[in-house]
């Protein structure tokens, strides 16, 4: 966008340039036109005075009259010629005022697009630098993000491994001790066998020695 300003600055600074050149050369060439319409108007008014000037000499005694009335004709057209001309220079000089004005307001108008260009092309300077500066930080913190990023994955690994492995252990705990109970219930009941066994032995034993000592004592 501001590249786009400034391109659309810098064409128009160059297009007032050219109106300025062409403004400059229609100027010359108008005042070149009524330069030469003023000289040429001035040359007729040279040759109605001479011919104004041999006619009434040649011709005044025999025509004073005529003579009079084509003084009076050339002296008006002389007064029209000189309103022309006077004409032509208040329209040079206006013209000469219009362009003067119409060249110091463009040599302005140049000045401040050169400034406004200027201006831009600092403010151009410092925004891209800004935003660079800004571009260097968001990627340092991207690089600094994924680094946090793959040590916080590799540390939740680490943390979800020990967690299956404490669970594999609990299992294992769990199966261990229940095959220790089974094994612990089997032994009593072993031992209540083995106990029973031992008393019917001893109780049949005791009752084998009783019969005998009857037997012994009786006549």
């Keep these: 966008m501001i590249i786009k ?15 300025l050149n062409l403004e400059r ?4 060439r108008q005042v070149t036109e009524k330069k030469n319409a003023i000289v040429l108007l001035k040359q007729q008014l040279q040759c109605v005075r001479s011919k104004t000037t041999v006619d ?3 011709y005044r005694k025999e025509a004073h009259a005529q003579t009079c009335s084509l003084v009076r004709a050339f002296q008006q057209s002389e007064r029209a010629q000189g309103i022309k001309i006077n004409e032509l220079e208040k ?7 219009a362009h003067s004005a119409t060249l110091n307001f463009l040599k302005e108008r140049h000045q401040q697009l050169a400034d406004d260009l200027r201006r831009w092309e600092e403010r151009y300077a410092a925004d891209y630098h800004g935003l ?40 294992q705990q769990k199966e261990l001790d229940r095959c220790q109970a089974s094994e612990t219930h089997k032994k009593h009941g072993g031992a209540l066998v083995i106990q029973t066994a ?22």
């Design 198 to 219: 031992v008393r019917s032995f001893l109780q049949r034993k005791a009752e084998d020695d009783a019969r005998r000592a009857a037997e012994s004592q009786a006549p």
């Design 56 to 58: 009434a000499k040649y």
């Design 132 to 171: 660079q500066v800004e571009f260097e930080r968001l990627t340092q913190k991207r690089v600094a993000n994924l680094e946090r990023l793959t040590m916080l994955k590799k540390r939740r690994g680490k943390e979800l491994e020990a967690e299956r492995l404490c669970e594999e252990q609990s299992m």
């Design 91 to 97: 329209s040079r000089q206006i013209e000469k005022d």
């Design 25 to 28: 050369i229609e100027h010359q």
């Design 5 to 19: 300003r400034e391109r659309e600055m810098s064409d128009a600074a160059r297009q007032f340039d050219r109106d």
